[in-house]
């Protein structure tokens, strides 16, 4: 997890979302739920994909984030 610590939030993102569909993501769960808590104090992201994915990895976890953040890009 050192290699992300400079990343950013678009790249972290895609490293969870990696991750869970490789079935590994129980091996960083501590990490990805550090990294997911930063994210969630975030503004939305600048495109729709990266909006898209943060909404998808965090509303599982119970971070609130409303539909709102994806009806900006209607």
């Given at each position: 997890?050192?290699?992300i610590?400079?990343?950013?939030?678009?790249?972290?993102?895609?490293?969870?979302?990696?991750?869970?569909r490789?079935?590994?993501?129980?091996?960083?769960?501590?990490?990805?739920?550090?990294?997911?808590?930063?994210?969630?104090?975030?503004t939305?992201?600048?495109?729709?994909?990266?909006?898209?994915?943060?909404?998808?990895?965090?509303?599982?976890?119970?971070?609130?984030?409303?539909?709102?953040?994806?009806?900006?890009?209607?």
């Amino acid at each position: 997890m050192m290699m992300i610590a400079g990343s950013q939030e678009l790249e972290k993102l895609e490293l969870i979302d990696n991750l869970y569909r490789l079935g590994v993501s129980y091996h960083f769960k501590d990490e990805i739920m550090k990294i997911l808590r930063s994210i969630s104090q975030q503004t939305p992201g600048d495109s729709l994909y990266s909006t898209a994915l943060k909404f998808r990895l965090l509303r599982p976890h119970g971070f609130p984030i409303s539909l709102g953040v994806l009806a900006l890009f209607c």
